[in-house]
């Protein structure tokens, strides 16, 4: 089965955000006054496993090794399973 993966990668809140830091800063130029912005990534994977449990347990995986940093960042995802078309 084909699963949609939608990952959200964030820094921890304890670690310091020079880049959201910069952001806020610009947009208080700009006068749009915000209280805080943090700096993220997201990532679209589309993956094979058998069932939600495998695709999980995939990403995972490749969150913790690869796409995010764990010592100073969070993730999360969010799967959806992708209706396969039958052949004829």
């Known amino acids: 089965m084909k699963y ?8 921890r809140p304890s670690v310091l955000d020079p880049a959201g830091t910069a952001v806020q800063s610009a947009l208080k130029q700009m006068d749009y006054h915000v209280d805080s912005v943090r700096i ?16 999980s347990q995939k990403l995972d995986e490749a969150c913790d090794k690869l796409l995010a940093n764990p010592v100073i960042e969070n993730y999360r ?10 052949k004829a």
Do not use: C, N, S
């Open 40 to 55: 993220g990534k997201y990532v679209e994977i589309v993956l094979d496993a058998a069932d939600e449990t495998e695709a």
């Open 77 to 86: 995802f969010e799967l959806t399973a992708i209706a396969q078309e039958r």
């Open 4 to 11: 949609q993966a939608r990952i959200f990668v964030t820094l």
